[in-house]
């Protein structure tokens, strides 16, 4: 495997969109949206490069979640991400909750409804994360084996729309607060917290 670090004078931003089902969302006593408890509805995601220039350079292919790196923090540091050479298909959102249970919990002396969603009809919508190329890893026959792409920040967007191109920073803004892995590295479970 060769290893090549991204050095452009140019913006390297990419916006990285992952289709994920809500698993449970929590209501704030004055019944707005709260901590949304996500996991991935498929580990195949689309790219977007924001730099036409770069554009150019990067495969325009749909990608496979590799492992994912985690700073001191917990948060997203690192995003592996693996060329399908197939085009990129989305997924079609689905914006109604259907729910399966509903718990009251105490937080902060606050009442708190937590709604769990149905397990045959989730919720999909996409998340949208704003990264950066930080290296590309070369197969030995020299074809894009793998990207690493560089987290700057742990708030994302989500969105019930399916397209990435011009919706970049379409959706409500949300923060990345704790960040669960299965065992090959990959994202198990999000949870997100509305930044108002």
Do not use: W
């Not at 916006?15 to 994920?20: A, I, N, S, T, W």
């Not at 985690?70 to 914006?95: C, H, S, W, Y």
């Amino acid at each position: 495997m060769i290893v090549v670090p991204v050095v452009s004078k140019d913006v390297n931003d990419v916006v990285l969109g992952l289709f994920v089902d809500v698993v449970s969302l929590q209501l704030t006593p004055e019944l707005r949206m709260g901590a949304i408890r996500a996991k991935p509805s498929s580990l195949t995601v689309s790219l977007h490069v924001v730099s036409p220039a770069l554009r150019q350079s990067v495969l325009q292919t749909g990608y496979q979640l590799g492992r994912i790196g985690l700073d001191e923090k917990g948060q997203i540091a690192t995003v592996r991400l693996i060329p399908t050479m197939q085009p990129f298909r989305p997924l079609e959102v689905r914006n109604a909750f259907h729910i399966g249970g509903l718990t009251v919990m105490p937080a902060n002396s606050h009442e708190r409804l937590q709604l769990t969603a149905r397990g045959d009809a989730p919720m999909t919508m996409q998340l949208l994360a704003h990264l950066e190329i930080a290296e590309v890893e070369l197969s030995p026959s020299f074809q894009i084996a793998q990207l690493v792409l560089k987290s700057r920040s742990s708030t994302v967007r989500v969105t019930l729309r399916s397209q990435v191109s011009g919706q970049e920073n379409a959706g409500a803004t949300c923060e990345t607060t704790a960040i669960r892995l299965d065992q090959s590295a990959r994202i198990a479970e999000l949870l997100l917290n509305p930044v108002n």
